[in-house]
């Protein structure tokens, strides 16, 4: 059984623990990794995972050891396996020992999500500029067979298809949430946003009832802003045909489930955009803001291939282009509103072709299984025949 240590440093907001979170279960639970997850915010942990400690130096949940990633760090046994998410470096200590190993390990970066085409050709390219003997291998996520591939669980596609009216009605009564019948239900994940409060009002006057989740943090703040004061979790709050419910953090399964309930799911990021693509509803990103505009680079690719042969290609186009630049959404809302069951459909196809894609996790340990196999053949191994 291969020892996985994945190193994780919370920037901001939950997109970097969301991904690793996801990607430490699925490796332990699923392939059998004994894994360690080394991250230095477990508070942000903490409300993607309720029952993990603020505190603890070192805590088992689940099938997954998670370890306080403290400035000191402590003498450890190197991994087989380690994954630095999006170049967040392992400490010099931690990569000396790794270098010390008669067999070194499988050292990866796990690369940012994007849909660009490059993207294909470096995948899985090494690197030895490290100053050791050792290799780095970039490991980048995508849509497409020639990449790494999306974070989706075994048996995940199945849950959301199995997911029906009534499951549906019981997870929204669990939340505290009675949506009517010709309501259209609306969940917001989204960054500080200018074009906020504009559609908000829109939505307020709007023909048709709008009930908006507002997920925990800047959504609720933000919204709560637009009202006239703060929303605590558990309010509702009605302005004219705009009903608003903030949610409380929720675990990730919650999450899925809430993507899988609602008509439209406003994400941003990397780890809801991905739950929001598998969970076949029409969706809005917002992508994470980069200097020079490079994010709308990125933005545009995505766009290139989701769309690719869609007739109300524009439709989407220019909502997604006015929300991300903070533009006056209104406009372009009314566009995008009158097509939500066509986006409907092709959110279903575009689910289809991800689901063909084989998922990030039997990517990297089907690259982690040769990798370590010509490793041992140039080493040694244990007694039980496994590299050391």
Same mark, same amino acid.
């Given at each position: 059984?291969?020892?996985?240590?994945?190193?994780?440093?919370?920037?901001? $907001?939950?997109?970097?623990? /969301?991904?690793? =979170?996801?990607?430490?279960?699925?490796?332990?639970?699923?392939?059998?990794?004994?894994?360690?997850?080394?991250?230095?915010?477990?508070?942000?942990?903490?409300?993607?995972?309720? /029952? &993990?400690?603020?505190?603890?130096?070192?805590?088992? @949940?689940? &099938?997954?050891?998670?370890?306080? =990633?403290?400035?000191?760090?402590?003498?450890?046994?190197? *991994?087989?396996?380690?994954?630095?998410?999006? *170049?967040?470096?392992?400490?010099?200590?931690?990569?000396?020992?790794?270098?010390?190993?008669?067999?070194?390990?499988?050292?990866?970066?796990?690369?940012?999500?994007?849909?660009?085409?490059?993207?294909?050709?470096?995948?899985?390219?090494?690197?030895?500029?490290?100053?050791?003997?050792?290799? +780095?291998?970039?490991?980048?996520?995508?849509?497409?067979? !020639?990449?790494?591939?999306?974070?989706?669980?075994?048996?995940?596609?199945?849950?959301? +298809?199995?997911?029906?009216?009534?499951?549906?009605?019981?997870?929204?009564?669990?939340?505290?949430?009675?949506?009517?019948? $010709?309501?259209?239900?609306?969940?917001?994940?989204?960054?500080?946003?200018?074009?906020?409060?504009?559609?908000?009002?829109?939505?307020?006057?709007?023909?048709?009832?709008?009930?908006?989740?507002?997920?925990?943090?800047?959504?609720?703040?933000?919204?709560?802003?637009?009202?006239?004061?703060?929303?605590?979790?558990?309010?509702?709050?009605?302005?004219?045909?705009?009903?608003?419910?903030?949610?409380?953090?929720?675990?990730?399964?919650?999450?899925?489930?809430?993507?899988?309930?609602?008509?439209?799911?406003?994400?941003?990021?990397?780890?809801?955009?991905?739950?929001?693509?598998?969970?076949?509803?029409?969706?809005?990103?917002? @992508?994470?803001?980069?200097?020079?505009?490079?994010?709308?680079?990125?933005?545009? &690719?995505?766009?290139?291939?989701?769309? +690719?042969?869609?007739? !109300? &290609?524009?439709?989407?186009?220019?909502?997604?282009?006015?929300?991300? +630049?903070?533009?006056?959404?209104?406009?372009?809302?009314?566009?995008? #509103? #009158?097509?939500?069951?066509?986006?409907?459909?092709?959110?279903?196809? =575009?689910? $289809?072709?991800?689901?063909?894609?084989?998922?990030?996790? $039997?990517?990297?340990?089907?690259?982690?299984?040769?990798?370590?196999?010509?490793?041992?053949?140039?080493?040694?191994?244990?007694?039980?025949?496994?590299?050391?």
């Amino acid at each position: 059984m291969a020892r996985c240590d994945i190193f994780c440093t919370v920037v901001d $907001n939950l997109g970097d623990i /969301g991904v690793c =979170w996801r990607l430490a279960r699925q490796l332990a639970e699923e392939y059998g990794f004994r894994v360690r997850l080394w991250v230095d915010d477990l508070v942000s942990l903490s409300c993607l995972c309720p /029952g &993990a400690s603020v505190d603890a130096t070192s805590q088992q @949940i689940g &099938a997954v050891e998670v370890r306080r =990633w403290d400035a000191e760090f402590p003498l450890v046994d190197v *991994a087989d396996v380690v994954i630095e998410a999006f *170049a967040c470096d392992p400490p010099a200590t931690y990569i000396a020992e790794m270098a010390r190993r008669d067999v070194p390990p499988v050292w990866i970066n796990l690369e940012y999500l994007s849909a660009e085409d490059w993207v294909e050709g470096c995948h899985l390219l090494p690197s030895t500029g490290s100053g050791t003997r050792l290799t +780095k291998y970039f490991f980048f996520p995508g849509f497409t067979p !020639q990449t790494g591939g999306l974070i989706r669980e075994h048996g995940l596609t199945d849950a959301r +298809k199995a997911f029906d009216a009534v499951a549906r009605a019981e997870f929204l009564r669990r939340l505290g949430i009675q949506s009517g019948k $010709n309501e259209l239900l609306v969940s917001l994940f989204c960054y500080r946003n200018l074009s906020l409060p504009g559609l908000l009002g829109h939505w307020s006057s709007s023909e048709t009832p709008i009930r908006v989740l507002t997920l925990a943090g800047l959504p609720t703040e933000q919204v709560g802003q637009w009202l006239g004061g703060s929303l605590s979790p558990g309010a509702e709050v009605r302005r004219g045909s705009l009903t608003v419910n903030a949610l409380p953090f929720i675990p990730q399964e919650d999450f899925d489930r809430m993507l899988w309930s609602c008509d439209l799911n406003f994400v941003r990021g990397e780890d809801s955009f991905v739950r929001a693509q598998l969970a076949r509803q029409p969706f809005v990103w917002q @992508i994470y803001t980069q200097t020079e505009q490079t994010h709308l680079v990125k933005l545009e &690719a995505f766009l290139a291939r989701f769309l +690719k042969g869609f007739p !109300q &290609a524009n439709s989407v186009r220019r909502f997604w282009d006015a929300w991300n +630049k903070e533009l006056d959404v209104v406009p372009a809302w009314r566009e995008f #509103a #009158a097509v939500l069951p066509e986006v409907r459909s092709r959110c279903e196809e =575009w689910a $289809n072709l991800l689901d063909r894609v084989p998922d990030l996790a $039997n990517n990297l340990a089907r690259f982690v299984e040769r990798t370590m196999g010509s490793a041992c053949s140039r080493g040694s191994t244990d007694a039980s025949g496994e590299c050391r």
